[in-house]
Nanobody
Framework: QMELVESGGGLVRAGDSLRLSCAAS????????MGWFRQAPGKEREFVAG????????YYEASVKGRFFISRDNAKNMVYLQMNSLKSDDTGIYYC????????????????WGQGTQVTVSS
């Protein structure tokens, strides 16, 4: 079982930046691909960004590509999401997740979720 604690959200204005952090409590963290998801009000949770187990490859949902950047520190069991040029459409609760299967990660087929961190972008 993976325990995940997200932090770093807040209320910002359009165009601002935020850096989200996720602390993962699990043995062999470096075996897992990690990702960020978000859930906007009234919508289903969606994939935002993912990074493979060694940090060599990353992947982004089209609307955030070029603005958001995912990274990880395997020595600290941490995953980060740098969010730049924020837009009102980026508003939502952001969650991190991990899976040793990349396809399952991107599909959100994870059993373990943290409490999320709220990001609100005012226009």
């Amino acid at each position: 079982q993976m325990e995940l604690v997200e932090s770093g959200g807040g209320l910002v204005r359009a165009g601002d930046s935020l850096r989200l952090s996720c602390a993962a409590s699990i043995p062999f963290f470096s075996d897992y691909n990690m990702g960020w998801f978000r859930q906007a009000p009234g919508k289903e949770r969606e994939f935002v960004a993912g990074i493979d187990w060694n940090g060599h490859n990353d992947y982004y949902e089209a609307s955030v590509k070029g603005r958001f950047f995912i990274s990880r520190d395997n020595a600290k069991n941490m995953v980060y999401l740098q969010m730049n040029s924020l837009k009102s459409d980026d508003t939502g609760i952001y969650y991190c997740a991990g899976d040793d299967n990349w396809g399952q990660l991107v599909a959100g087929m994870n059993e373990d979720w943290g409490q999320g961190t709220q990001v609100t972008v005012s226009s």
